[in-house]
């Protein structure tokens, strides 16, 4: 069974940093297009950051560019996001999500595989 499960959520305080990491089971996520996502409350969700199948190219988005890192360990069949200087408005839940394909896009609708999500809170 394709399982993605997504762990390393909490509550920081703003400037704070954590780490979020993404586990593939059922299937290899070395080729696939890997993305990061989050919704807040009221909002629609937003991608964070994207890293492509096969080159590894990642884009980020403007409002996490210089903070947030996105890498994966295809030994251990992983993805994380890497999240420093945490804002209030970075609060939301987070999902990693996969694609058959290995472009990687901001566009939910192009991934066909999802964790559970996992909560961010930043507050002090």
């Known amino acids: 069974q394709l399982q993605l499960v997504e762990s390393g959520g909490g509550l920081v305080q703003p400037g704070g940093s954590l780490r979020l990491s993404c586990a593939a089971s059922?299937?290899?996520?070395?080729?696939?297009?890997i993305g990061w996502f989050r919704q807040a409350p009221w909002k629609e969700r937003e991608g964070v950051s994207c890293?492509?199948?096969?080159?590894?190219?990642?884009n980020y988005a403007d409002s996490v560019k210089g903070r947030f890192t996105i890498s994966r360990d295809n030994a251990k069949n992983m993805v994380y996001l890497q999240m420093n200087s945490l804002k209030p408005e970075d609060t939301a839940v987070y999902y990693c999500?996969?694609?058959?394909?290995?472009?990687?896009?901001?566009?939910?609708?192009?991934?066909?595989?999802w964790g559970q999500g996992t909560q961010v809170t930043v507050s002090s």
């Open positions: 999500a996969a694609d058959h394909g290995d472009i990687g896009t901001s566009d939910y609708r192009d991934y066909d595989y």
């Open positions: 059922g299937f290899t996520l070395e080729n696939n297009a």
């Open positions: 890293i492509a199948g096969r080159d590894y190219i990642t």
